[in-house]
């Protein structure tokens, strides 16, 4: 298992988490988890993800089966129980010491005496307490089987040997759903639930938020029509997509990312509002979300394990550091250049280098910078440019090939198909779009 490296620049880039207050996130749309934990476990991953395939097939296995049984598969608790129950876990007064009932009980009426809201607190955790249990094992006897895949085996036999223990099965033969126990024993039963049993409760309370993500992971599946990408071992990067989409569009006209012969740059130019952005960002959804183990939001996706992604999309200047827009852009691609050195497999996203600055030294910093790149053949890159002139430089380059998306004027208006092609475009819609938004005549006296 090893860590896919994403900086925090690409996770705001990439839209993965919310970097403005009510800006949609890919974390917000895949986040279907029913418990806090459950969310928990998945801001984790997005923050640091893991990777290892065979976590990933395994996981895969998982969400097929639970979507073929989805009537079994409903988590049985909510947020707000087990919410209570992690607040009653965590109480920060200690349980009583004796294993002597009878001790307990004059335990029990100090505390009674000197924390009267806490024995309510214990009294309502218990009961509680009582309820996850119910509920756990009736789940647990209609989900348990040998044909369970081997993800969802492990979560649920693990449970299984917890529910099996005699302080629990007490409670469960126990046929009253709502009461705790009386006073005489409270105490003894919470120093069982929080002492003598801690690090089980803890396992147990684990298990249910892992099996709260699984489960979101499949719900997801569902929601947004994903497929499974297939991974292959390979030295060099490998990324091919069939029909790519981003999550962010409804209606998204679907394009494939796929690379010929020898190569591993694509070259992607179009007039503005064409698709590029949306399609360069869309990979590195994809990618991200395939190294998680969820599913793709393609017909079907084949790619090596990553060491890295990296983007530079919104790149600004720095005022307090004293940066300008360009010296900042130049360090961003410093960085990738140091990054090239410590990684083989990296996917590098660029959308227009050097537009902080004149055409000139936009154009030949580009052209130093892609052939440079074109050096390091284990890694993939995307690059997005209106620089047209610049495309005609690379032809002649190896590794290198040329995509656009297309665009045509009807009208008078720009109408854009968002499909992606083979060749250079060399369509400038600019003026075009100033002028249909009437910006000559606003500005005239």
């Known amino acids: 298992m090893h860590t896919l490296h994403i900086d925090r620049k690409t996770i705001t880039e990439l839209e993965l988490l919310e970097s403005e207050p009510h800006r949609k996130s890919v974390f917000e749309m895949v986040n279907l988890t029913e418990t806090s934990g459950g969310k928990d476990k998945l801001m984790r991953q997005f923050l640091k993800p893991e990777f290892d395939p065979d976590l990933v097939r395994q996981k895969h296995k998982a969400i097929k089966f639970i979507l073929e049984h989805q009537a079994d598969w409903e988590l049985p608790l909510n947020q707000k129980l087990m919410d209570l129950v992690e607040y009653y876990y965590f109480l920060n007064i200690d349980p009583v010491i004796s294993n002597f009932k009878i001790v307990n009980y004059f335990e029990g009426l100090r505390y009674w005496v000197m924390y009267r809201s806490y024995y309510k607190t214990f009294k309502e955790g218990i009961k509680n307490l009582y309820l996850l249990f119910r509920h756990l094992s009736k789940f647990y006897l209609k989900v348990r089987g040998s044909e369970l895949p081997p993800f969802l085996k492990r979560i649920i036999s693990q449970m299984g040997e917890i529910l099996k223990e005699k302080f629990i099965r007490e409670i469960?033969?126990?046929d009253d759903d709502d009461e705790a126990p009386g006073f005489l024993s409270i105490f003894t039963v919470d120093k069982a639930f929080r002492e003598d049993h801690k690090a089980q409760m803890a396992?147990?309370?684990d298990l249910i938020y892992e099996l709260d993500?699984?489960?979101?992971?499949?719900?997801?599946?569902?929601?947004?029509?994903?497929?499974?990408p297939t991974f292959v071992e390979s030295e060099k990067a490998v990324l091919e997509v069939e029909g790519?989409?981003?999550?962010?569009?409804?209606?998204?006209?679907?394009?494939?990312?796929?690379?010929?012969?020898?190569?591993?740059?694509?070259?992607?130019?179009?007039?503005?509002?064409?698709?590029?952005?949306?399609?360069?960002k869309a990979a590195g959804v994809a990618v991200f979300?395939?190294?998680?183990?969820?599913?793709?939001?393609?017909?079907?996706?084949?790619?090596?394990?990553f060491d890295r992604i990296f983007s530079s999309i919104n790149v600004s200047d720095n005022l307090s550091k004293g940066y300008s827009y360009f010296y900042s852009e130049v360090l961003r691609v410093k960085e990738a250049a140091q990054l090239l050195k410590k990684q083989k497999r990296n996917l590098f996203i660029f959308d227009e280098l050097f537009r902080g600055t004149n055409v000139k030294d936009a154009f030949d910093g580009s052209l130093l910078v892609i052939r440079g790149f074109l050096n390091w053949n284990q890694s993939v890159f995307l690059l997005s440019s209106h620089l047209i002139e610049l495309a005609k430089e690379l032809q002649e380059e190896t590794g290198i090939q040329f995509n656009y998306f297309d665009s045509a004027v009807k009208e008078g208006k720009p109408v854009f198909s968002f499909n992606l092609k083979e060749g250079?475009?060399?369509?400038?819609?600019?003026?075009?779009?100033?002028?249909?938004?009437?910006?000559?005549?606003?500005?005239?006296?």
Not at 213 to 228: N, R
Not at 245 to 272: A, I, Q, S, W
Not at 289 to 305: C, D, E, Q, T, Y
Not at 426 to 440: P, Q, S
């Open 172 to 174: 469960l033969e126990n």
């Open 289 to 305: 979300l395939a190294h998680l183990g969820f599913g793709v939001p393609a017909r079907s996706m084949m790619l090596s394990g």
């Open 203 to 205: 396992v147990l309370i």
């Open 424 to 445: 250079i475009s060399d369509e400038r819609l600019g003026l075009l779009i100033l002028k249909n938004e009437n910006i000559d005549q606003l500005l005239n006296p």
């Open 244 to 280: 790519l989409r981003h999550l962010f569009v409804k209606n998204c006209t679907p394009n494939d990312l796929k690379f010929g012969d020898h190569h591993f740059f694509m070259f992607v130019t179009g007039p503005n509002m064409a698709g590029k952005t949306t399609y360069l």
């Open 213 to 228: 993500l699984v489960i979101c992971m499949a719900k997801v599946h569902q929601k947004y029509d994903l497929q499974f």
